[in-house]
């Protein structure tokens, strides 16, 4: 970031300042890079805090050794995945409900906002009492419907699964804003020369709404992959990566080594962590912001 | 007029940040502070010492900060200790996870101190590192084994059982009569290790030197049969359709109301668990019994027993000689008395000239015989620093028919591998 | 006929709406109306009696009237963290988007990184602590500045992205200078995504659990998410106090929402115009 203060030195004053920076990056740059620095150091020791030994790349070994790793990536992604794409879909249907001329839109769009409010753990306490397998209101309703809900949290196949739901009811009102602000702003003029041309409603959708709320699109993904990549609190709050292993995301095994006092390996866990997430979000943003520098 | 701006936007800023800064409270001739976990009988027992201390000594006033219990107490604490920002006294578990502070280097020795005459032997061992003694007991000793409900096992005329296959016939029996066998609350994944923790005096019957050489890595549970019992154990009770439908979902609490109201007739737990069902069930607090974990032979039948948690005084105390007063009185006989008004007592005390009061619940009645008769012994984590980390999410596993209990056992065995390399334990 | 399908529409819309949002909400405060023993079968039912009074006694006063003394801090600790967190981040944002450096990549990776890499707790209580400002409010604030602003920057530079450079360009050539035209020109325009911000941020930074749990350690100190965790455990059999906690921790966002509910689509409207 310092660097945008060095290429003003073509003497012109911009009227974009590179100093603007400086505030900024000197509060990120104190209280989190150099953290993160040092602690980069101790992936590589033997860390208990009380005393770090250096151990070279022993610690990453003992990562890809451990036993729930693989099912705890797939997690992750997975995670990730369904989450973001929950979230796209359901985030962009709702801001066209949203954004038409529907009764209770005002209710309805503080309704959807709301949960993103609520403290995650306040969610997370909830939602394991409502999805509880005998007495939670989830099942009891289904029950009404004759049909007999499963085990939402205790089902090893299935736990992942509810969490990520509960992530997207949590998450969406802030897809849903994040997508009405790109498509109110979408000038009028596209649909009123859509209109004279005799476009249907869906071709509107397809060739107006959708192309131009990219960057919307853009920041829901970022925003959102990148988060179900690293979430962990809705997943602690809810199953502790549980029953078992079967809801273990990279984020609640690195947790589980911190807490054990496993300190130089969990950092180990977070440099990895960190890995794959650059792998799989650098080439996706690029590729989104490329096509944002369009507009 | 920009640098009018710019200044103006300065002042503000540190306006804002000045705020932040709080006026102190004015404090008493001494105060000291506290950090306690936050379930609810550790903050009422600590509440009544610190109110029964500051009556004697009217200068003083200690404030007890509340923390997380589980492994995220853990991280603070260690964090704390590292970091230098540890509270005066503090209450901590003893055995493997008191090893894991670093004690020599980050506490108090109290070896020396005279009030460490009246702390039982069997707890100092579990609080020693080297030549060092750290803490003082803050509750009586505990025990793992089978809290069961006597209305049950009256109605159907059982027996407590001494065999492993004699409770499994009594579990039959329950099941045929309709009620829930063994309550299991996996909603809460520590609970699902007692069965297997439970069964170690057992384990160091059959396999005398267990400890030591899990300790050193040369003895493994899947190699050792009788170490793998205590998976096979949890399988059988699965298996058999023993459990309550919720135990997936049901938590400690759920368990501890299933037993007291006739829901359930058995229940793994620690005897910790004495003063919560006496505060929430004390009508039925006497229909609750307790016996230990039975075992294949009734001649291997004993209690495991675990050591309470203790109060702790970290190097970097301000307050040394009023925390070390603090310590004397929790170890006195006066400090006994004022627990015992705070919380139920749940087992025999660990502090000389400590008397257990004659009207103690069933349940601890029925835990006074393996004291007195010898036939007991400390669980594993107090006689080795290893206990990996993911062993309850094991037993949940072979619980919930995940994982067969031997291929468990060498998780287990990898685990423990793992924890030695990790903390740099001798021996490994 | 277009009014009577959007008429059916919004109805089903808003019944769906109302299920899978509103009884969530409505079980919580339901279990705050509740006595321990009914809050403890975890059902969806109506009350016996109201207990509603009782449970806020209890909750308030619990632990020498914790929840005050946390409301304080939290409060102060969410006004100023965001007020930074919208200035540095606006600033940073604006000109990220308008200026095309072969830098920019990486101040766009160091952004992401902030959004991915998990803090580092041991170093940066050492480096507060080195700082004199450990356990400090203000030392909190910067961190809880410095670990929000990626996503901050990132909402603001994909709003500024969609704001014409017409519109800086009319005022450099009006002779303003920067501060000028971020702060008159730019700052205003960006009112909707700001709204957004604080909304966003100021509930994150609010609900936020573990960061003070370790930078700001004490009693005195508490923020009411530790309010919460204290009663979890402390009253793990009352639910209803615990239930009852959450509501009361819920009424500040809600007032920031209803607070800011007409701004976000005011502000909406005026990002339409200016489109």
């Avoid at chain 1, 369904?82 to 249907?93: A, E």
């Avoid at chain 2, 809290?147 to 492993?164: A, D, H, Q």
Wanted: glycine share 8%; net charge neutral.
């Amino acid at each position: 970031m310092v660097t945008a203060i060095a290429s003003t030195a073509n003497g012109r004053r911009s009227p974009y300042p590179g100093w603007f920076f400086l505030p900024a990056a000197i509060v990120y740059g104190v209280f989190f890079l150099m953290p993160t620095f040092a602690s980069f150091y101790f992936s590589l020791t033997r860390w208990s805090l009380f005393e770090a030994s250096f151990i070279g790349l022993e610690n990453f070994i003992q990562f890809f050794r451990e036993p729930f790793l693989v099912k705890g990536l797939v997690n992750t992604v997975l995670y990730a995945a369904v989450t973001s794409g929950m979230k796209v879909v359901i985030g962009l249907l709702l801001a066209l409900m949203l954004t038409s001329q529907i009764m209770g839109r005002g209710l309805l769009r503080a309704l959807v906002f709301f949960p993103v409010l609520v403290s995650t753990i306040g969610v997370g306490i909830t939602f394991t009492v409502l999805m509880h397998p005998t007495k939670g209101a989830i099942n009891e309703g289904l029950s009404l419907l004759g049909i007999a809900g499963p085990g939402w949290l205790t089902d090893p196949s299935l736990a992942l699964f509810s969490v990520a739901l509960v992530d997207v009811w949590k998450g969406v009102g802030l897809a849903t804003v994040i997508y009405i602000a790109g498509i109110v702003a979408i000038p009028k003029d596209y649909y009123e020369a859509a209109r004279i041309d005799g476009g249907t409603k869906f071709q509107n959708f397809l060739y107006i709404t959708l192309p131009l709320s990219r960057p919307a699109t853009a920041t829901v993904i970022t925003l959102s992959f990148i988060g179900g990549l690293r979430t962990f609190d809705l997943i602690w709050a809810m199953t502790k990566g549980g029953p078992g292993f079967a809801s273990d995301t990279i984020a609640s095994v690195i947790y589980k080594q911190y807490q054990s006092g496993f300190f130089g390996l969990s950092t180990a866990g977070n440099v990895v962590l960190f890995i794959l997430i650059a792998v799989l979000v650098v080439p996706i943003t690029a590729v989104l912001n490329r096509r944002e520098g369009h507009q | 007029m920009r640098k009018i701006f710019r200044r103006s936007l300065a002042s503000v800023l540190a306006g804002l940040l000045a705020m932040t800064a709080l006026p102190r409270v004015a404090s008493a001739d001494t105060s000291m502070t506290m950090l306690v976990d936050n379930a609810s009988h550790t903050i009422a027992i600590s509440e009544a010492l610190v109110a029964a201390f500051q009556k004697k000594h009217p200068d003083v006033t200690i404030d007890i900060e509340a923390r997380p219990g589980g492994g995220e107490g853990d991280n603070i604490v260690k964090t704390r200790l590292a970091t230098g920002q540890m509270a005066d006294i503090f209450w901590y578990n003893s055995g493997s996870l008191l090893q894991a502070l670093a004690p020599e280097k980050t506490l108090l020795d109290l070896s020396k101190e005279p009030f460490m005459e009246g702390v039982a032997e069997t707890f100092k061992k579990v609080v020693a590192s080297g030549d060092g003694v750290y803490g003082v007991p803050t509750r009586p000793a505990e025990a793992g084994g089978i809290f069961y409900n006597r209305k049950i096992y009256e109605r159907l005329g059982l027996k407590v059982p001494t065999t492993w296959a004699e409770f499994m016939a009594n579990n039959e029996k329950i099941k045929a009569a309709g009620t829930t066998a063994v309550i299991q609350t996996f909603g809460e994944p520590w609970t699902s290790q007692v069965l297997l923790l439970a069964d170690f005096y057992n384990v160091q019957k059959q396999v005398p030197g267990f400890a030591e050489g899990f300790t050193s890595g040369k003895v493994k549970f899947a190699t050792t049969p009788a170490a793998v019992r205590g998976f096979e154990y949890i399988k059988e009770i699965a298996d058999g359709g023993f459990m309550n439908k919720d135990f997936g979902a049901a938590r400690y609490e759920d368990g501890l109301r299933m037993l007291a109201e006739g829901e359930g007739a058995h229940y793994p737990m620690i005897t910790f668990a004495i003063p919560a069902l006496s505060d929430g069930y004390s009508d039925q607090i006497n229909d609750i019994g307790f016996f230990a974990l039975p075992a294949e032979k009734a001649e291997d039948t004993g209690l495991t027993v675990w050591m309470p948690a203790g109060f702790f005084i970290p190097k970097t105390s301000t307050n040394i000689d009023m925390a070390k007063a603090f310590l004397a009185f929790v170890a006195s006989p006066e400090g006994c008395k004022v627990q015992g008004e705070a919380v139920a007592v749940n087992g025999p005390y660990l502090i000389k000239g400590c008397e257990l009061p004659k009207d103690v619940v069933q349940s601890v009645s029925d835990l006074l015989p393996y004291f007195e008769n010898g036939k007991n012994a400390p669980a594993l984590e107090f006689v080795s620093p290893v206990k990996g980390p993911i062993l309850e999410q094991l037993t949940v596993e072979v619980g919930s028919g995940i994982r067969a209990p031997a291929d468990a056992a060498s998780l287990y065995d990898e685990d423990a591998r793992k924890q030695a390399q990790q903390l740099g334990l001798p021996g490994r | 006929m277009r009014s009577r399908a959007s008429l059916l529409g919004g109805a089903i819309a808003l019944l769906v709406s109302l299920v899978v949002f509103v009884v969530p909400f409505a079980f919580i405060v339901l279990m705050a109306f509740k006595d321990r023993r009914q809050a403890n079968l975890l059902d969806f039912s109506w009350p016996n009696g109201v207990h509603l009074w009782d449970n806020l006694v209890t909750v308030v006063t619990t632990r020498n009237w914790m929840l005050v003394t946390a409301f304080i801090n939290s409060t102060i600790l969410t006004v100023v963290s965001v007020t930074l967190l919208v200035l540095l981040g606006a600033m940073v944002g604006f000109v990220l988007s308008r200026r095309k450096t072969r830098w920019n990549p990486l101040a766009e990776f160091l952004i992401l990184s902030g959004l991915m890499i998990p803090p580092a707790v041991v170093p940066t209580i050492w480096l507060l602590q080195g700082l004199q400002l450990f356990g400090t409010l203000s030392g909190m604030i910067l961190i809880e500045v410095a670990y929000n602003l990626p996503f901050t920057i990132i909402l603001y530079r994909a709003f500024i992205a969609t704001i014409p450079r017409d519109l800086d360009e009319a005022a450099i050539i009006d002779g303003g200078r920067p501060m000028d035209i971020f702060f008159k020109v730019i700052l205003p325009l960006l009112w909707p995504v700001t709204v957004t911000n604080i909304v966003v941020q100021s509930v994150g930074i609010f609900n936020d659990f573990t960061n003070p749990l370790y930078y700001l350690p004490g009693n005195a100190n508490a923020t009411v998410q530790l309010t919460l965790y204290n009663f979890q455990s402390q009253f793990n059999t009352a639910y209803n106090l615990l239930f009852t906690n959450i509501a009361l921790i819920t009424i500040p966002p809600l007032i920031v929402f209803l607070f800011f509910n007409r701004q976000i689509v005011a502000g909406m409207t005026a990002g339409a115009v200016k489109g």
